[in-house]
């Protein structure tokens, strides 16, 4: 089985995928090696680009929460903040870091306050809101958290944002904003219960990523690779290094894992 990001790894700049990958995966899919696209995008954003590219399988979206069918967008798992213990946690937040423009990712979809999108480029399609603590319903609490400051990247962010009495997980994918989850949250427990869902050991597993969210994956995977391209972090993590995602590294690793694999048994005509 292989877990891959999508931005900044299977993904090219341009948010598309290559010939090489297209073939890549195609192959994957002829050899019987699920692939798994598992990324911090929200489940509408992360869903529309799954179905751009023709992906098959499942979808891992923010950051570990949420686990979708690719192709029917069925939700197979949500794993999520309570919806008043969140609403807690944005207070307590707002209090420690004055300025903190915040945002919850919900199933439903993302809302986020006024400003946010101003300071993060590329931002994700939301729904704007004067208090990311108004978007918070019972019957669909946040599954993740996010916050951004005019002033502070997401790095330091982190350090005047988040206590260890919060029970949360605190990570990036850009270093503009940081992206909180319930502690348990995070794209290596997905990484567990994929291999579980597909019945793959996970020294049967690889993890390929390029940011710091991605390394909880990495650690949890019997091969853990990064496209050259990747954050420092990432690069120290790896056990394998890609050419980055402009060259189509996880093509490559996909067909050198499909070569290793026996070829699909076909079936004589009756």
Do not use: Q
Not at 26 to 32: F, P
Not at 92 to 112: A, I, K, T
Not at 194 to 222: E, F, K, S
């Amino acid at each position: 089985m292989v877990c891959t990001d999508l931005d900044g790894t299977l993904l090219n700049r341009a948010g598309t995928v290559g010939p090489a990958t297209r073939a890549a995966l195609a192959e994957a899919e002829l050899k019987g090696l699920p692939v798994a696209y598992v990324t911090g995008r929200p489940l509408r954003d992360a869903l529309g680009a799954a179905r751009d590219h023709a992906f098959r399988g499942l979808v891992v979206c923010s950051n570990g929460a949420v686990t979708v069918e690719a192709a029917t967008g069925r939700v197979l798992d949500r794993r999520g903040f309570r919806a008043d213990g969140v609403v807690g946690l944005l207070r307590r937040m707002r209090e420690r870091v004055p300025g903190v423009v915040l945002g919850v990712d919900c199933v439903r979809g993302l809302y986020l306050e006024p400003g946010f999108a101003e300071l993060v480029p590329d931002c994700w399609p939301h729904e704007a809101v004067p208090d990311a603590a108004s978007a918070v319903r019972p019957d669909d609490p946040p599954v993740k958290v996010l916050a951004v400051h005019p002033s502070l990247p997401a790095a330091r962010l982190d350090e005047a944002l988040v206590r260890p009495g919060d029970e949360v997980e605190a990570t990036r994918s850009t270093p503009y904003f940081l992206e909180i989850s319930p502690r348990g949250v995070d794209k290596g427990t997905s990484l567990h219960r994929l291999a579980g869902h597909y019945g793959v050991p996970l020294a049967a597993t690889a993890a390929v990523g390029d940011m710091p969210n991605d390394l909880p994956m990495l650690r949890a995977a019997g091969l853990a690779a990064a496209v050259s391209n990747a954050h420092p972090e990432v690069l120290a993590a790896a056990d394998l290094v890609l050419p980055d995602n402009e060259r189509e590294g996880v093509a490559r690793l996909l067909s050198e894992i499909c070569a290793a694999l026996p070829a699909p048994t076909v079936r004589p005509a009756p």
